[in-house]
């Protein structure tokens, strides 16, 4: 595999990563937050509304989440294709 | 101790401080005053990013306006913290590795146009001084409250002390001051938290106790008996809100892409060493401010909970010491229409008698939960490291923008680097007198422009830098025509439905039932599509230009591209 080939399959994977996890980011915010919101909130975990949970804590936490998955793939990422600075 | 001994130890232990700071890491090179040198940690970044991001209106009015508007006011959490999500992912390692020193930097070398340079210097002026004046309002009236000064004279003050540390300091020394700066507003802000929770709920963690049953007792878990007594008034239900589901929808859009495109945001990921650490601390960013976003809400719950136990239908005679306390500030009002001595707080203005401001909801926090001075004096410390913070990373993007984006690459490319400092320093002095200036003669617009300018920076920047990034084919003239008209259509709207210019207009006539606060996305998307199709139908962007782009996609060589 030459080099430009490489990089190509590099920043492909890149962005079915940033697809991934962009998916997961519209979905609990806009999607459970706003979208559902109704729906979720005849679910209930202690005193919280589901609906209203995701929309004023769980969407936070899992904004988190998803910043540290992506670090860590695309440190991984960057070892596999040997892109990665020393 | 009485309060006022102690807001003068703590808020003079801060600010020799932040002085102190000041001194010890001043910029000795352009590369130290636009990019703190470049050798910033990510953890330190991180802080820096998150006291930066947190201004005065993070700090003092988020939870009182969520305690206001419920679940609507879940814009502001998810919309300001979301961003971040697209700025780790979409901006931050690319950015770093074009390793420039400013946002429109970026633009005019991507788009190989000092015409771009220039709509990008214009772009980030104007979203920069909308939101430092009101900034610098905020210094002077948290000045006015704690230290019993006239608004204009703390106004003063919080430019006598912006001025020492980002005109000697630059970057580097607002980095390390702003380190500083999240160290004690997050200490403040979590403080009365936890004793109110206690207090409310039994459960020391403001997040866990917000879903929690009473302390009282009664066994009732704390959002439903908020959503009764809501019902009760005449409210909306606190956990569902008032607002159409495509408004909440189009203002949370608008705020996240607006964070991932403000240029004080921005900057901060030109600091850091490498690719990899500019990443890292755009997690860490999001982890120091989740802590207080997180916490917001339940603040807003519980203050919701306290007002409405405390004063409806109660004896206007029995009230407790705080609420005569703000009364005095005029913060709060009662009318007693129906004379009958009682206090009557519902949602029917026509009866209605109790007025409240929405500010007061932190600021008061700590004194209806009846906590110690100190802890009145550290909150006051807060919000102004909150403020201080916030101007000083505007004014250096306004400075910048002068110094190395007009003068160094338009006017005199030949000038030596201790002539650009020169000027650096003088674009900071010129934007802090600038900024000062809207703080005491505060224009009328102020207040209404300042939640506007995520819309501008929406409307502007974004686009222009995620196509320059993903989109090879994207060339100057696409992105500059998409800019020109985002920022266009943005000032349109804004001017004729929150200005009343252009013939006003009222709720009922906005496009698609968007308000002004949520047309970002609209701008946002005009300019996407305006870009594309004015790209695809002008010549490709040189050889060398797209050399470029596919060199920004890998994190190699970073190191080297920052110096320059």
């Known amino acids: 595999m030459n080099n430009q080939e490489k990089m190509t399959e590099y920043w492909k994977k890149n962005l079915r990563f940033l697809a991934i996890l962009l998916s997961i980011w519209f979905l609990v915010s806009y999607g459970f937050g706003i979208l559902f919101v109704d729906a979720l909130n005849t679910i209930k975990i202690g005193g919280f509304k589901l609906g209203f949970w995701f929309a004023q804590q769980g969407s936070i936490y899992v904004f988190v989440a998803l910043i540290f998955v992506y670090v860590n793939w695309m440190n991984k990422l960057d070892k596999e294709y040997d892109v990665h600075e020393d | 101790m009485d309060i006022q001994i102690w807001t003068y130890i703590i808020v003079g232990i801060t600010f020799a401080l932040y002085i102190g700071i000041a001194i010890w890491s001043r910029a000795g090179s352009t590369k130290d005053f636009y990019v703190a040198g470049g050798g910033v940690s990510p953890l330190a970044n991180g802080m820096a990013t998150a006291a930066d991001?947190?201004?005065?209106?993070?700090?003092?009015?988020?939870?009182?306006?969520?305690?206001?508007?419920?679940?609507?006011?879940?814009?502001?959490?998810?919309?300001?913290?979301?961003?971040?999500?697209?700025?780790?992912?979409?901006?931050?390692?690319?950015?770093?590795?074009?390793?420039?020193?400013t946002v429109p930097d970026f633009i005019g070398d991507r788009y190989y146009s000092n015409v771009a340079r220039t709509v990008a210097v214009v772009?980030?002026?104007?979203?920069?001084?909308?939101?430092?004046?009101?900034?610098?309002?905020?210094?002077?009236?948290?000045?006015?409250?704690?230290?019993e000064v006239p608004v204009n004279t703390g106004v003063y003050i919080g430019m006598a002390i912006v001025f020492f540390y980002a005109v000697l300091g630059g970057m580097k020394g607002i980095t390390y001051t702003q380190v500083a700066q999240y160290c004690v507003l997050i200490f403040a802000y979590m403080v009365p938290a936890f004793f109110i929770s206690i207090q409310l709920t039994g459960n020391v963690i403001p997040q866990l106790g917000f879903g929690s049953t009473m302390a009282d007792g009664s066994g009732v878990y704390l959002l439903d008996k908020l959503d009764q007594?809501?019902?009760?008034?005449?409210?909306?239900?606190?956990t569902s809100g008032s607002k159409s589901m495509i408004d909440v929808f189009a203002i949370t859009f608008a705020l996240m892409v607006g964070t991932a495109g403000l240029p004080h945001v921005i900057v901060r990921f030109f600091t850091v060493p490498k690719v990899r650490d500019a990443r890292m601390s755009a997690g860490y960013a999001l982890v120091f401010i989740a802590i207080l976003y997180t916490t917001a809400p339940a603040i807003g719950a519980f203050a919701r909970t306290n007002l409405i136990n405390t004063v409806?239908?109660?004896?206007?005679?029995?009230?407790?010491?705080?609420?005569?306390?703000?009364?005095?500030?005029?913060?709060?009002?009662?009318?007693?229409?129906?004379?009958?001595?009682?206090?009557?707080?519902?949602?029917?203005?026509?009866?209605?008698?109790?007025?409240?401001?929405?500010?007061?909801?932190?600021?008061?926090?700590?004194?209806?939960?009846?906590?110690?001075?100190?802890?009145i004096a550290l909150v006051a410390a807060g919000g102004l490291a909150a403020a201080l913070s916030t101007a000083a990373g505007l004014l250096l993007v306004i400075s910048t923008s002068l110094s190395h984006d007009l003068i160094k690459k338009q006017i005199k490319p030949n000038i030596s680097e201790k002539e650009e400092l020169i000027w650096a320093r003088i674009g900071a002095a010129v934007a802090v007198c600038v900024a000062g200036y809207f703080g005491i003669n505060p224009p009328g617009f102020v207040a209404a422009v300042v939640a506007l300018a995520f819309g501008l920076a929406a409307a502007s920047f974004f686009p222009a830098i995620i196509l320059g990034i993903f989109d090879k084919r994207m060339n100057k003239e696409g992105a500059i025509s998409g800019m020109v008209v985002g920022i266009l259509l943005m000032l349109f709207y804004m001017i004729k439905y929150k200005l009343g210019g252009f013939g006003g207009g009222t709720a009922e006539d906005w496009w698609f039932g968007i308000s002004p606060e949520g047309f970002g996305t609209v701008a946002m998307v005009v300019n996407l599509v305006v870009s594309f199709a004015v790209s695809r139908a002008t010549a490709e962007p040189?050889?060398?230009v797209q050399a470029i782009v596919e060199d920004i996609r890998f994190p190699k060589g970073a190191g080297a591209a920052s110096d320059h």
Not at chain 2, 229 to 238: M, Q
């Open chain 2, 53 to 101: 991001w947190m201004s005065a209106a993070s700090f003092i009015s988020m939870a009182g306006l969520i305690s206001f508007m419920g679940y609507d006011g879940t814009v502001y959490l998810m919309g300001w913290t979301g961003g971040y999500v697209l700025l780790a992912l979409l901006l931050a390692p690319y950015l770093r590795k074009f390793g420039k020193f």
């Open chain 2, 123 to 147: 772009c980030a002026i104007i979203v920069s001084f909308t939101y430092v004046a009101g900034q610098m309002r905020g210094v002077g009236v948290v000045f006015a409250r704690f230290l």
């Open chain 2, 229 to 238: 007594l809501h019902t009760e008034l005449g409210f909306a239900e606190y």
């Open chain 2, 312 to 375: 409806s239908d109660k004896e206007y005679a029995s009230v407790p010491q705080w609420f005569s306390n703000w009364e005095k500030t005029g913060l709060i009002a009662f009318d007693d229409k129906n004379a009958d001595g009682k206090i009557q707080y519902v949602a029917d203005a026509e009866k209605n008698e109790l007025t409240i401001d929405r500010d007061i909801m932190v600021l008061a926090n700590p004194e209806i939960a009846n906590l110690p001075n100190w802890v």
């Open chain 2, 542 to 544: 040189p050889a060398d």
